[in-house]
């Protein structure tokens, strides 16, 4: 069954950090690109970073820098690690395999 269960996410202070974790279905992790995405209040969901089968990323501009995402071939899971937060960055974060499947979502706040 193909399957996507987010984990990580809190209560931070800006300039903090987080990891976020996808943990997938081997089916989803061995044949599709990855993303998160995030869905601020009053927002649409928008790509945050992607990471292709075979490990090529892609960032939006407004992570550029802060954000790294990365797979564990071992563990089928793909890692968010999300630094410099700033309070722009409260979201709801979701990863989904190519908009096809999704996972439920992870609430980062970032607030001091």
């Known amino acids: 069954q193909a399957r996507l269960v987010e984990s990580g996410g809190g209560s931070v202070q800006p300039g903090g950090s987080l990891r976020l974790s996808c943990a997938a279905s081997?089916?989803?992790?061995?044949?599709?690109?990855i993303g998160w995405y995030r869905q601020a209040p009053g927002k649409q969901r928008e790509l945050a970073a992607l990471i292709t089968t075979d490990g090529r990323t892609k960032y939006a501009d407004s992570v550029q820098g802060r954000f790294t995402i990365s797979r564990d071939y071992a563990k089928n899971t793909v890692y968010l690690q999300m630094n410099g937060l700033k309070p722009e960055d409260t979201a709801v974060y979701f990863c989904a395999a190519e908009t096809l499947y999704w996972g439920q979502g992870t609430q980062v706040t970032v607030s001091s």
């Open positions: 081997e089916s989803i992790f061995s044949f599709y690109t």
